[in-house]
């Protein structure tokens, strides 16, 4: 949301148009909370990568003599527990740097497999003939008259909580956002020159669809991925505090609330730290999204 | 104009009729017998199983299954709850205006807060104002508001003690439901102490289930109103020599109005979702709690019929705001 200062003046002064990939960074760099963001992101997934030996601690050793440790600045805290410690006498920052894997686990997969399938069913509706169009938008319309999360929860409810079940759900939640993505640029692009004389050059099906028009549509379909990452992994914690995503003893940051929910009022520690890790992931991807939709949405730029 | 109109009415009854199949499918697909939940009766004789299977129709074929069902809900027979024996479109409405009471609420404070936070962030646009209101606005937009809900507790209710936790009104006080609004039926009772009462229990489940409304709306204002200001007309208003707060509050922020609307009819399906996160949080007796503990509970028919519920609320709003979209912007209805 932070603006840009006037990036076409930039771009007229510059004798050569610049490569594809420095024109997305000149303006991305311009929104300095998205590469505040960026950081952060990048932090998220180093401690994800590397939570095994950055953590003290495994996230399920419960030390029974330090149970409810406050965080180290407290009074009553202690180093060997930075961040305190859970009812079990885990240690908080142990189990709060696995969670990392946890939640970016589930941001990719889910990402992976709701663009996947919403990519190839948006290309199918925008190339398909009006009555299969038809029929997909309508699925679609009846999939979004749910309220996602409410959907989420009872097909997990049907497949069983767990992760992976809870991954699943959301993923076909958000599908069909990329459906309405794809098929409206894909439907804009296919009025376009490039697409007829590629036509009449005699491309097949298959060409015209992945390779002459789906990189085209990519820009709006990139910004939803990012915010659709954050998403998973609001509602895969908000499924894990209701008890329908990952199981205790998971050192998943929503199950890890739904777990210490009855301390809120003795320990606030074990409440704080791991919302806080939502929040602050979350708020970067966020930061991310709205300046990749800077750099890569055209009708963006303009204002 | 009346096609248009027509039109998207049609797209209605498709997606009704799927939406009902869904919820339908569901009883079909979840974990568990049906039969042995809704009996309730421990060690089922195979001709006790076979008596009850005709009793509930499970002996039909699927398709007569799912038209008695369609049928049943047409007029208004959503079946009845395992737990309760009560039927659940009864149990529905008499749960939903604590639902609607919060989340009325919650878009009022949504609305008194964001819309003019967007104005002021547009109008001072890139300026201290903008950035930091429009940060605060990324925090709540970002927020786990089951996190968000807990440290208000913690802070209001554990630490000051100035909010109750639960429920929607302490238990000294009791009269007699009249609109299903503890606002007004508190005040309605006479009751000295109870309108204070389920003030009190509202606003922190108000304050949870408005934050991310109030987020998206905050910006969506600041970006509609940055489209309008850069219009010819408000050039115009400048050139005339109109005050500022004239331009802003009444050319441009009506203009700017017809989006950000949009926005807020939209947010509905946000709103029940929420609902479901807060409802829970804070043991408000309304339609989400409803649903995660039907959920817990097994209690299929409830889950089915609330989602449908749901669902249909979700797309009876949207259907009116389009419709409504169109009355005000011409340009939609002549595409």
């Not at chain 1, 990012?226 to 199981?247: E, K, P, R, V």
């Amino acid at each position: 949301m932070t603006d840009t200062t006037h990036p076409q003046l930039k771009d007229q002064a510059a004798p050569k148009p610049p490569g594809r990939l420095a024109e997305f960074w000149s303006y991305f760099r311009e929104n300095r909370g998205a590469v505040m963001g960026l950081y952060v992101f990048g932090a998220f997934v180093f401690v994800a990568l590397f939570a095994n030996v950055l953590a003290p601690y495994d996230a399920s050793d419960q030390f029974r003599d330090y149970t409810l440790l406050p965080p180290v600045w407290a009074e009553g805290g202690s180093w060997s527990f930075p961040l305190g410690s859970d009812p079990l006498g885990r240690d908080m920052l142990s189990r709060l740097l696995f969670g990392a894997r946890y939640s970016f686990f589930v941001g990719i997969l889910v990402v992976v497999i709701a663009a996947t399938g919403g990519i190839l069913i948006g290309l199918i509706a925008g190339f398909a003939p009006r009555w299969l169009d038809t029929i997909i938008m309508r699925l679609m319309d009846i999939v979004l008259s749910f309220p996602s999360l409410l959907l989420a929860l009872v097909l997990v409810a049907i497949l069983g909580p767990s992760l992976i079940n809870a991954m699943i759900a959301i993923a076909i939640v958000l599908q069909p956002h990329y459906v309405r993505l794809t098929r409206a640029s894909v439907i804009n692009e296919l009025t376009k020159e490039y697409v007829i004389s590629a036509r009449v050059a005699g491309a097949k099906l298959p060409r015209l669809m992945f390779i002459t028009v789906l990189p085209n549509c990519l820009a709006p379909i990139i910004v939803q991925a990012a915010l659709s990452f954050s998403t998973a992994i609001l509602d895969t914690a908000a499924l894990g505090f209701l008890g329908m995503g990952a199981q205790p003893p998971t050192p998943e940051w929503g199950t890890m609330l739904a777990e210490s929910r009855e301390f809120i009022l003795r320990a606030w520690w074990v409440v704080t730290f791991p919302g806080l890790a939502i929040l602050l992931t979350v708020l970067a991807i966020n930061l991310m999204g709205d300046g990749l939709r800077d750099a890569l949405d055209p009708k963006m730029k303009r204002s | 104009m009346l096609r248009y109109f027509l039109g998207r009415l049609l797209t209605f009854v498709p997606t009704f009729l799927g939406v009902t199949l869904i919820s339908f499918a569901f009883i079909r697909v979840l974990p568990g017998d049906p039969i042995i939940v809704m009996a309730g009766e421990r060690g089922l004789t195979e001709e006790r199983y076979q008596e009850l299977s005709r009793q509930f129709g499970f002996d039909q074929p699927l398709l007569v299954q799912f038209w008695d069902y369609f049928t049943g809900v047409l007029q208004g027979d959503l079946g009845q709850s395992y737990v309760t024996k009560k039927p659940v479109f009864d149990e529905f409405f008499t749960l939903f205006p604590a639902t609607l009471e919060l989340s009325l609420c919650a878009i009022v404070l949504a609305m008194l807060l964001g819309l003019p936070a967007g104005v002021v962030a547009a109008v001072y646009r890139g300026k201290f104002f903008d950035r930091a209101l429009m940060s605060t606005a990324l925090v709540g937009y970002s927020m786990p508001i089951f996190w968000w809900a807990l440290l208000l507790i913690i802070v209001f209710s554990g630490n000051l003690g100035w909010t109750p936790v639960s429920g929607r009104i302490d238990l000294l006080y009791y009269f007699d439901d009249v609109t299903g609004f503890m606002l007004i039926d508190s005040l309605l009772s006479g009751q000295s102490g109870a309108f204070l009462s389920a003030v009190r229990h509202l606003i922190l489940p108000t304050i949870v289930l408005a934050t991310i409304p109030l987020a998206v709306i905050a910006r969506q204002t600041r970006s509609a109103m940055l489209e309008v200001l850069s219009e010819d007309y408000i050039r115009t208003a400048r050139a005339k020599g109109l005050s500022p707060s004239r331009i802003n509050g009444l050319h441009a922020l009506r203009n700017a109005m017809i989006p950000v609307i949009t926005v807020i009819g939209l947010s509905v399906g946000t709103l029940l979702a929420g609902a479901i996160l807060t409802e829970t949080i804070f043991s408000w007796p309304g339609i989400g709690k409803w649903m995660v503990d039907s959920i817990f509970r097994r209690d299929y028919p409830v889950v089915q019929g609330g989602l449908l519920m749901i669902a249909l609320m979700v797309m009876i709003v949207n259907l009116t705001v389009d419709l409504l979209y169109s009355l005000i912007n011409p340009k939609i209805r002549h595409r």
